[in-house]
């Protein structure tokens, strides 16, 4: 029996489009059960979403006061005692999974396969290493249970018209006062999620300055992407951290990815490297992001991106 | 307060790497090794904390093959008082990594572990979070500000919604992320000077850690690589190209 618990990631009692990533790749493995965990203090409206994701038999929810926060060092120890039964534990790669998925792999006594990025059998499965410039097979051994997190970038979101039941449980895990949450401050934004968005728009250095980032964000809006930037824009300090793309930031795979006064080195290149189509705008002809466009263009953004904004209408 | 940081030495983050053909690994013969930049940032947030008086002693801590020495040299020649280097010439996994640290930190009793949010090599991202799951304590990932006082770290975390706060009592363990701090850049007399700090030099198999690896690598591919693209000349044309592709 094949069986894999999926931990669900949410946030203002919304569940994360990751979750629906995550139980794409489950599928993969062709198991006998895909459950879906949720944690919270109040996981009602959560699970409801979860619950319609095809391909999920059932929804557990664990509600505790503690849950209201994902900390890491709180949700392991339950989900270790959840997984009993259990063959696979798979998390969604994003800083959630990343936190939690090793403290509960650690817990059960194995090793972790980080971000997924194709299911060649139960057992098997391809990570991308050194950046994404090598892709590694690896084999877990069958007897082990399979601790992994799942590369959103490379699976699709399962679709949902599903109506799995929901079921709440409990945990007998004693669970650590030592870490506590203080605060989450958020970059406020009306436009797409970055990791979900169909279509991404992301500046550079070469953009020039914070003030000069509105052009970007107006382009965008304009094609209705979302927005994202290189490392060098973000330590510039133009843009907040979480629009990150690449090795260390966040790891996208959008249709269309327009990369705008962005060199293109190795780390930036990795975040996008599945994205469908990649357009590259930079006036310089030689820059390493013109290796992988798709589509590039040798010019000043300044006089390019008013001009793509006049031919759009 | 005496603070352990990992130092892990792997291909330089500028080297573009190559797969051999036979797939059986990468190539790093000849192939430039440098700190993992993440261990870089550990071991200066460290030397800031004792340079603040939070901390009396930063110890770096390195698992690999003899000549690993080396590079140690340059953690202290960067400030660290001392080393420790844990001696196999087997690839570690991130376990067994974490369990090597969980023997040091048994005997060194350290208020804080740094490491690195990940190592560019494996991109694994997991030994921070299992020696401290390991340990029964807290654990404080992507850091990107560092505040202790009273027992206690405030740690600013970077994560896909935002910076999310959260408090955590010593001893704990802490990754870096990449905005937490500057390296400083090492200077000459102070690889005079790191020439006679000690290593203590610790055989793996000395620990008493399980290093049995349920995880097989198998085959090493190189990516796939993507057609080549077209240049167009003007907005015009770009705007026509996506249109054609029905992306616009």
Known sequence: ?313 | MKILVGYKRVVDYNVRIQVKPDGTGVVTDGVKLSANPFDDIALEEALRLREKGVAEEVVVVGIGPADLTAHLRNGLAMGANRAIHVQTTDAVSPLTAARTFLKLVEKEQPGLVILGKQAIDDDANQTGQMLAALWDRPQATFAGKVEIADGKAKVTREVDAGLEVIEADLPAVITTDLRLNEPRFIKLPDIMKAKSKPIDVIELGSLGVETADHIKTTHYAAPPKRSKGVMVKDAAELVAALKQKGLL
């Open chain 1, 1 to 313: 029996m094949t069986k894999i618990l999926v931990i669900a990631e949410h946030l203002d009692g919304k569940l994360n489009g990751s979750t629906a990533r995550a139980v794409s790749a489950a599928a993969a493995v062709k198991p006998d059960a895909i459950d879906v965990i949720v944690l919270s203090d109040a996981p009602d409206a959560v699970a409801a979403e979860a619950a319609k994701i095809d391909g999920v038999s059932k929804v557990l929810t664990v509600a505790r006061t503690e849950n209201a926060h994902s900390l890491a060092a709180v949700y392991a120890p339950q989900i270790v005692k959840a997984a009993a039964g259990y063959t696979h534990v798979f998390a969604p790669s994003t800083t959630f999974g990343k936190d939690l998925a090793p403290r509960v792999a650690a817990l059960l006594g194995v090793s972790q396969v980080s971000d997924v990025m194709s299911v060649e059998g139960p057992h098997t499965f391809k990570r991308p290493i050194y950046a994404g410039n090598a892709i590694v097979t690896v084999e877990v051994d069958a007897s082990s249970i399979v601790v992994a997190t799942i590369r959103t970038a490379s699976w699709p979101a399962a679709t949902s018209n599903g109506s799995a039941p929901i079921e709440a449980i409990s945990v007998d895990a004693t669970l650590p006062s030592h870490t506590r949450f203080v605060e989450l401050q958020q970059g406020k934004s009306d436009r797409p999620d970055l990791q979900g968005a169909p279509k991404v728009v992301s500046g550079g250095r070469g953009v020039g300055s914070k003030e000069n980032f509105d052009i970007i964000y107006k382009f965008a809006d304009k094609i209705g992407a979302a927005v994202g930037a290189s490392r060098a824009a973000v330590d510039a300090g133009y843009v907040p951290n979480e629009m990150q793309v690449g090795q260390t930031g966040k790891i996208i795979a959008p249709e269309l990815y327009i990369a705008i006064g962005i060199s293109g080195a190795i780390q930036h290149l990795t975040g996008i490297k599945d994205a469908g189509t990649i357009v590259a705008i930079n006036k310089d002809g030689e820059a390493p992001i013109f290796e992988i466009a798709d589509i590039g263009l040798v010019g000043d953004l300044f006089k390019i991106l008013p001009e793509l904004e006049a031919s759009l209408g």
